[in-house]
């Protein structure tokens, strides 16, 4: 059973940055598939941002390539969501993932998350 708990979330500027974190407990993370979500409010929730249990591929949604930044240290058991130049449309809840499929886009491929942390990006 893997334990997952997000921070780093806060209120920022648009263009602003955020580095949001995940700590693992219980299990070692360095099989897990490592996924990060977001869900605005009314909205369904959504692939942000994904990486392989060794770290050497990521991918991200459309949204914000080239703007955030996955990382993982499968040694400290946590991986890190980098968030550059944000804007409002970022507001959201942000939760990680973990899972042992490679269909990282897909909510399904996760079995297990964390609580979320809240980013809000004002205009």
């Known amino acids: 059973q893997v334990q997952l708990g997000e921070s780093g979330g806060g209120l920022v500027q648009t263009g602003g940055s955020l580095r949001l974190s995940c700590a693992a407990s219980?299990?070692?993370?360095?099989?897990?598939?490592m996924g990060w979500f977001r869900q605005a409010p009314g909205k369904e929730r959504e692939f942000v941002a994904g990486?392989?249990?060794?770290?050497?591929?990521?991918e991200y949604a459309d949204s914000v390539k080239g703007r955030f930044t996955i990382s993982r240290d499968n040694a400290k058991n946590t991986v890190t969501l980098q968030m550059n130049s944000l804007k409002p449309e970022d507001t959201a809840d942000y939760y990680c993932?973990?899972?042992?499929?490679?269909?990282?886009?897909?909510?399904?491929?996760?079995?297990?998350w964390g609580q979320g942390t809240q980013v809000t990006v004002s205009s």
């Open positions: 993932a973990a899972g042992k499929s490679g269909y990282w886009s897909l909510r399904r491929a996760y079995d297990f």
């Open positions: 219980g299990s070692t993370l360095s099989s897990y598939y």
């Open positions: 990486i392989s249990p060794t770290g050497l591929t990521t």
